[in-house]
């Protein structure tokens, strides 16, 4: 099970600033062609104007959804520790535009040792900028709905990799059609989905490095969960199975900060 923290590091050798993480991500992606969220599609659809790129200081990259013009959702893990992040999108020109946040606050059950602990952390985290995000952008609508039983259909979207361990293939937004699955059983606090060809059996289509914080999406497009992890198989990290924390149950963290910042979500 590999968390999406400090997602593929632009460059490893050095630690580089996060105007330089644009820079190399520039670079890379103009004759890069566009393939998958791992084994996914390009996708160019409403919630490619709902979301943006949040880009850390020594290369950490993931994804996150706008709730309103000045306010992104994202994983907690993306945001925790201090770490110097900016929001990242681009111009009309194509140029990268970087807005260092106005204030972060952090899911208060969020737990960074989880993994090791084996214990329960809600990786959720709120950024608030310091102006709105230009009129292109639209908020993404939550779903105020529970878990969605086994097999239903969801869509996990993203800007990460597209083939794992390769940062040249961020930067394009993309989608991967799964099925929610209860491999530990149903849960109150998680998503987990898969492929449907494989079901978890088999590696498939799913969310990889740089797409933590991303939206996963219900049929009618509003948001469901929160990209946070993934599972692969063998020496993969990505690709058998999807984890996203469930929006829902934590409707009064998410509602509680927009409230303190004089905003509002969308719930449905």
Sequence with gaps: MMILRKSARVNARVHVAVATVVASLVAGLAATPAAAIVRGAENGGPLKARTVMVLSKGGGVCSGIVLARDAVLTAGHCVAGGREIRVHFRDPSGEPVLLEPAEVATHGGYNAGAIEARQRSIDLALIRLPAPLPAR????????????????????????????????????????????????????????????????????????????????????????????????????????????????????????????????????
């Design 137 to 268: 952008f639209a908020p993404a609508a939550l779903s105020a709905a529970k878990l969605p039983r086994a097999g239903t259909p969801v869509t996990a979207l993203g800007w990460g990799t597209a083939a794992e361990g390769d940062p040249k293939t961020m930067g394009t937004f993309r989608a991967a059609e799964l099925v929610t699955v209860e491999p530990y059983g149903p849960g109150k606090i998680l998503l987990w989905a898969a492929d449907p060809s494989g079901l978890g059996k088999r590696p498939g289509a799913g969310v990889c490095q740089g797409d933590s914080g991303g939206p996963i999406v219900r049929g009618d497009g509003a948001v469901i969960a929160v990209s946070t992890w993934a599972k692969g198989a063998g020496n993969s990290q990505c690709g058998l199975y999807t984890q996203g924390v469930l929006v829902a149950p934590q409707r009064g963290f998410i509602d509680g900060t927009l409230n303190r910042w004089g905003r509002t979500a969308e719930w449905r």
